[in-house]
């Protein structure tokens, strides 16, 4: 059974930082390649970060040096350090699962969702 569950969300001032945690199941975890969308009111749903099939990391432009993916394997969950957070920011953001052999940063790609966890960066 596929399960994502996202926690972490909140709301900071520019400059500050979150720690986005998405809890799956064992099969999801060990099944599927996961990474992290956003999507902010009236705008496409973007990749954020994501995991390719060799474990190496990919990031969205708009984000690199300021957020960091990683996942660990003996909770099954994986994360989304976010630093320096911009107004831009503020979305609600989603994990998600994929089979690996597909590109990591593009939602079409990806067959599982968490409900999602909202984040506000205010200015």
């Known amino acids: 059974q596929v399960q994502l569950v996202e926690s972490g969300g909140g709301s900071v001032q520019a400059g500050g930082s979150l720690r986005l945690s998405c809890a799956a199941s064992?099969?999801?975890?060990?099944?599927?390649?996961m990474g992290w969308f956003r999507q902010a009111p009236g705008k496409e749903r973007e990749g954020v970060a994501a995991?390719?099939?060799?474990?190496?990391?990919r990031y969205a432009d708009s984000v690199k040096g300021r957020f960091t993916i990683s996942k660990d394997n003996a909770k099954n969950t994986l994360y989304l350090e976010m630093y320096s957070l911009k107004p831009e920011d503020t979305a609600m953001y989603y994990c998600?699962?994929?089979?690996?052999?597909?590109?990591?940063?593009?939602?079409?790609?990806?067959?599982?969702w968490g409900q999602g966890t909202q984040v506000t960066v205010s200015s």
């Open positions: 998600a699962a994929r089979a690996c052999w597909y590109p990591s940063l593009y939602s079409t790609n990806y067959n599982y």
């Open positions: 064992e099969y999801t975890y060990s099944s599927y390649c």
């Open positions: 995991f390719d099939r060799d474990d190496s990391t």
